[in-house]
């Protein structure tokens, strides 16, 4: 089902945003920055949240409490129409549903599903990819 995706993203929910930015920026050397719509220091309506990309891949970080256990959250990209037709094959084969498809904070759409260990995985289809 997923031989065909890429790794998008990996998504982290933490404590505090800023202390996250100095710790990847300063500590690790990556640069970072903040989602579009969202300056520092700034939490619209979608919260707001910090990237930073490393190769074709971002690691993207939301201030929330989530359990240790749920994050980080790995993020398979998928193709133009796919999203639908993978979260039925998933609920085919009893894969349990955390999140339905739904819009995604950057207008692409998401929909989360946990493995048999109870980890969360994440599919997500662009904003640019057709429905």
Avoid at 14 to 37: C, D, I, M, P, R
Avoid at 65 to 74: G, S
């Amino acid at each position: 089902m997923l031989q065909n995706s890429r790794i998008e993203a990996v998504v982290f929910f933490v404590k505090n945003l800023h202390n996250t930015q100095q710790f990847y920026e300063s500590t690790l050397g990556l640069k970072t920055s903040w989602a579009a719509g969202t300056e520092e220091g700034e939490r619209g309506e979608g919260g707001g949240h910090l990237m930073a990309h490393i190769g074709d891949s971002v690691l993207i970080f939301f201030e929330g409490d989530e359990k240790p256990a749920r994050t980080p959250i790995l993020v398979f990209s998928v193709g133009d129409s796919e999203i639908h037709r993978m979260v039925e094959h998933l609920t085919t084969h009893h894969v349990e549903i955390l999140a339905p498809v739904q819009h995604a904070p950057d207008g692409g759409l998401t929909a989360d599903f946990a493995d048999p260990d109870g980890h969360v995985l994440s599919i997500y289809q662009s904003p640019d990819e057709k429905c």
